[in-house]
């Protein structure tokens, strides 16, 4: 039923007095039982789960701690760990976008009712579109609707110029994946998911992205994957055959648009904005690019002791942060 791996993960954690990796290995284990077959034990062992979260509130198994924030050994450099408190609402997003993310969540915290019917939750996310209009923020929201770190990877650290090197730490992060239950992103992966017939590209890269086809593959755990790249057109297109779903992220329309700059400017008045005036200075805009010119304006109005966003510093905030097209 359990694997090697999940009952050293169960030990490990135990010793560390580690309750959120103890009861995350043992819903693993559930998840691995319900694949298997074994509807009762798993949902045994769901309601057992539950019960010890339940108990954990005010008699603690073991202490909070969790030791993945700081990866050590082969993990060590290879991630940047946090634990994302960003929830879905706290996003701007279109309407289809949103509900795509609501189903990632949904089918996630379902994955025993799935398992038990032969089925089996979205788990390999490709998240594509331009620079600074949710790709990275949608991780930290899925990460932080479901409990999870949020893991993402460095390539800076994982690419190496030693032929084989970066196809072992790759190997090594699946591996983690297995036994660390959470969101691991590869953000910018077009470095190394670029199309493997270009005549530009490495051959040690070919081989990198040819081992991250295989693991991706072959990957059974529990953990959320995600890929996210500013470059569709330059990805190979073998990667979308093995995600289980592609999401396709676009620049802000004007309703959007007025919807980010009123959530970030919700402690001043707005009230005298000239609308007209503010969305067609943000036409064009990502959504990181807005949140950053709001928060311009709301500074000039802080250091000019005013509760009041006027249009004119918004409106100059937007254009001097507006990119070249």
Known sequence: MATAQQLKALIESYTEHNADRFLSVASQIAAHAARAGKTKLAEEL??????????????PILSKSIPIAHPTGDLSGLFSAVFPKTRLSDMVLDSELEQRLKRVILEYRQADRLYSHG???????????PSGCGKSMSAATLAGELNL???????????????????????????SMKQTRGVYLFDEFDAIGTHRHTGQDVGEIRRVLNSFLVFLEQDESDSIIIAASNLEDFLDNALFRRFDDTLR?????????????????????????????????????????????????????????????????????????????
């Open 119 to 129: 089925l089996a939750p979205r788990r390999k996310l490709l998240l594509v579109g």
């Open 149 to 175: 770190p949020l893991l993402t990877v460095q390539f800076h650290i994982l690419i190496t110029k030693f032929m084989g090197e970066t196809a072992a730490k790759l190997r090594v992060i699946f591996e």
């Open 46 to 59: 769901r309601k057992l789960i539950e019960e010890a979260r339940r108990k954990q509130k005010t008699q």
């Open 249 to 325: 992220y676009n620049l802000p329309t004007s309703p959007m648009i007025r919807q980010l700059i009123e959530n970030r400017l919700s402690n001043f008045s707005i009230t005298r904005l000239s609308w007209k005036n503010i969305l067609e200075a943000a036409k064009h805009m990502t959504h990181a690019d807005i949140v950053m010119a709001c928060e311009d304006a709301a500074k000039s109005s802080v250091l000019h002791e005013r509760k009041q966003i006027l249009t004119a510093e918004l409106e100059q905030s937007l254009v001097q942060r507006c990119r070249p097209k």
